[in-house]
């Protein structure tokens, strides 16, 4: 059985950076595209980075492009999540999840495909 646990969440201040880990157990990660997700309060579950099995290739959404790095290590089975120059709005839990379809070649931000979910880390900005 596959497990993600995330870490790394926390409160910080507007401009600061964090960043977050997911150690995946159960299953070796080289061949998945992985992904992180937020929410926020009152909202829907958004895209917000992934790595494809092949590591050199990234995705963003636009509203952490140049601010937020993913990257992994398939020897530690970990991905990350650097987070650079916060903004309150950057406020949600965080979640990485494992996408269901390997050795994906097409970028995927549809959180339904990705079918393995941590259980999520808060990341709290302030102002």
């Known amino acids: 059985q596959v497990q993600l646990v995330e870490s790394g969440g926390g409160l910080v201040q507007a401009g600061g950076s964090l960043r977050l880990s997911c150690a995946v157990s159960?299953?070796?990660?080289?061949?998945?595209?992985m992904g992180w997700f937020r929410q926020a309060p009152g909202k829907e579950r958004e895209f917000v980075a992934a790595?494809?099995?092949?590591?050199?290739?990234?995705y963003y959404s636009d509203s952490v492009k140049g601010r937020f790095t993913i990257s992994r290590d398939n020897a530690k089975n970990t991905v990350y999540l650097q987070m650079n120059n916060l903004k309150p709005e950057d406020t949600a839990v965080y979640y990485c999840?494992?996408?269901?379809?390997?050795?994906?070649?097409?970028?995927?931000?549809?959180?339904?495909?990705?079918?393995?979910w941590g259980q999520g880390t808060q990341v709290t900005v302030s102002s």
């Open positions: 999840a494992l996408h269901q379809t390997p050795f994906l070649r097409v970028p995927d931000t549809n959180p339904t495909n990705f079918n393995s």
């Open positions: 159960g299953r070796t990660l080289s061949g998945n595209t």
């Open positions: 790595i494809k099995w092949s590591v050199v290739s990234t």
